[in-house]
């Protein structure tokens, strides 16, 4: 499998098809899209963190979901970015150059404030060490 | 940015903020006890809250098949990225 991908091509906030299927040498189906959120030096790992999208529904339900409408980074559907399925992936399996990229800042702030939430990165919990003595 | 309001608090409350900066130490000064604390209190009642709607997500068929879905789909790129040991 070739990807057209380069890593001088910013890659955080776009949408890409990522090929599922066991082996990265088997090409039919399993496609799927999937934001990338990590940041960008990252990629220079070959990996890449992304929030797979899906499409069999178009309003978000849970806490961590952020509707993505149609004709945005190349949507043809409204979907749901589900950021509670975070997760990173190789490089080596994103399919062709990226359908687009999410460029509304309120769209990328939503997206942040969902993965911050779930992380429990947004209020700082007295058991993940925001309790400091003086 | 940080705001600066009165609030009416009993003396007991008083004491304890500052008993808590100073005697334990829990923060730096009062003001950052009291965020501490109205952090702590506003992170419980959300995760309280989200418990619930999560433990609906547990029950909806739905939900089961998508993130079973997802888990599926991405079994053999997951054990790419998180080696056996």
Redesign the interface.
């Known amino acids: 499998m070739a990807t057209s991908l380069t890593l001088a091509e910013a890659l955080r906030w776009a949408v890409v098809r990522v090929a599922l299927d066991p082996t990265l040498d088997h090409e039919q189906g399993g496609i799927r899209r999937a934001l990338v959120v990590s940041y960008e030096p990252f990629h220079r790992s070959g990996l890449a963190t992304v929030c797979p999208i899906s499409a069999a529904r178009t309003d978000p339900r849970y806490p961590g979901e952020v509707a993505i409408a149609a004709g945005v980074a190349g949507q043809s559907r409204d979907g749901v970015i589900l950021c509670q399925q975070l997760r990173t992936i190789s490089l080596g399996r994103v399919v062709g150059p990226p359908d687009g990229r999410v460029a509304d800042p309120a769209l990328r702030r939503a997206v942040r404030a969902a993965l911050a939430h779930h992380l429990g990165l947004d209020i700082p919990a007295v058991g993940d060490g925001a309790f400091v003595r003086a | 940015m940080r705001t600066k309001r009165t609030y009416n608090l009993p003396e007991r409350t008083v004491r304890t903020v500052r008993e808590l900066?100073a005697g334990?130490?829990?923060?730096?000064t009062q003001d950052a006890v009291i965020e501490?604390a109205v952090?702590?209190l506003?992170?419980r009642l959300?995760e309280d809250d989200?418990a619930a709607?999560?433990a609906e997500?547990a029950a909806d068929p739905?939900?089961g098949a998508?993130?079973t879905g997802?888990e599926e789909?991405?079994?053999?790129?997951?054990l790419?990225?998180w080696p056996r040991a």
């Open positions: 900066a334990y130490g829990v923060a730096a501490l952090d702590e506003a992170r959300r989200e709607r999560w997500a739905a939900f998508e993130s997802v789909a991405f079994a053999a790129a997951d790419e990225t």
